[in-house]
């Protein structure tokens, strides 16, 4: 019956890949992670670290699109976990997952405590990462999963952009997705670590406010910010995905930067 069922196995990228997800509670990935996978890009091998990874989308998402790319997904809810454990044994998931690993590790952590959980320094070409984005007097979620996957503490932003940095090679490149609202706290965390950084606003529709942001960075740069145009999703009157959109989120093109990407 179906309201035994707990998990449901979902297909992204036309069957490229699946995921096992909660069913009903916690977070549930869709098009924010495949748009976050899309702002990966190499033309070979490369290394990214996938933070907040949940059931692992996002990274997923750039294995399946780039095949020499090898992908860490970096989770700390033991719950989540083991829903990345059963992603990555999926049978149809066989050949992306022999390029993933998985580490079970805060992201908060500084210094030793990071390093003795499998991140150590200067290792990374590129980090990606979907931060809880909902403040904390925001309406609660209804679960407890779904509450620890969605709500931002103070200073959270700062403490995964200080990682990101930290365990990225010079030059490496950060991409994050966010909701607007939470540009000024990007900016102040990417500080010295990032420049380079590129902006861009997500709308439903021309005419509608924006609903998503999406960053990228380099470490250690100092070009100037760069302000991009907006995407929209959809056409007026319409909830069908325009075609540069369908591409990003079904893994077949790349959201790429204007500048350098190292």
């Not at 990966?40 to 780039?66: H, Q, S, T």
């Not at 083991?82 to 999926?90: G, H, I, N, P, Q």
Request: proline content about 6%; some cysteine.
């Amino acid at each position: 019956m179906d309201g035994d069922v707990v998990d449901t196995i979902d297909a992204f990228h036309f069957g490229r890949f699946y995921l096992v997800q909660p069913k009903g509670r916690g977070h549930r990935s869709g098009m924010d992670a495949m748009l976050l996978a899309a702002m990966v890009d190499a033309d070979g091998p490369i290394e990214v670290a996938d933070l907040g990874a949940g059931a692992g989308a996002a990274g997923l998402g750039v294995a399946v699109r780039l095949p020499e790319a090898r992908v860490t997904l970096i989770e700390k809810s033991p719950d989540m976990v083991a829903y990345a454990e059963k992603t990555l044994a999926l049978p149809e998931n066989a050949p992306v997952a022999a390029r993933a690993r998985l580490i079970e590790a805060d992201v908060t952590l500084k210094g030793r405590e990071r390093v003795a959980a499998g991140l150590p320094d200067d290792i990374y070409d590129h980090v990606i990462m979907n931060p809880p984005f909902n403040h904390a007097g925001d309406r609660r979620a209804p679960d407890g999963l779904k509450a620890e996957a969605h709500v931002l503490l103070d200073g959270l932003f700062d403490a995964w952009i200080r990682t990101a940095g930290a365990i990225l090679k010079p030059g490496g490149q950060m991409s994050l997705i966010a909701r607007p609202e939470s540009i000024a706290d990007i900016i102040t965390a990417c500080g010295k670590r990032f420049g380079g950084l590129e902006f861009t606003m997500i709308h439903p529709r021309q005419g509608e406010n924006a609903i998503r942001l999406l960053v990228s960075g380099v470490k250690g740069s100092r070009a100037r910010p760069v302000f991009r145009a907006p995407i929209f999703m959809h056409p007026e009157g319409s909830h069908k995905f325009l075609a540069e959109v369908d591409d990003l989120n079904n893994g077949r093109a790349a959201y790429r930067r204007l500048g350098p990407r190292r």
